[in-house]
């Protein structure tokens, strides 16, 4: 999904991604780049639900 959406020229041609899965509270489990996760997660007006995937 990453490499089929990307706009960035980056990700869908160098395959340059690091998608990041953050705990609840927005705590990085895996991944790398994962510092904007609590600003998103204090900026999003929606609910998030255990098996929500957030796609940014």
Known sequence: MLLRTALSAG???QHDEFP???DPDGKM???QFGLSVP???ANFDGT???GDILLT
Do not use: K, T
Request: a negative charge; glycine letters at 6%; charged letters at 35%.
């Open 48 to 50: 998030i639900d255990e």
């Open 39 to 41: 600003d998103f997660l």
């Open 11 to 13: 990700i869908r041609e």
């Open 29 to 31: 489990v895996v991944g």
């Open 20 to 22: 990041p899965i953050a």
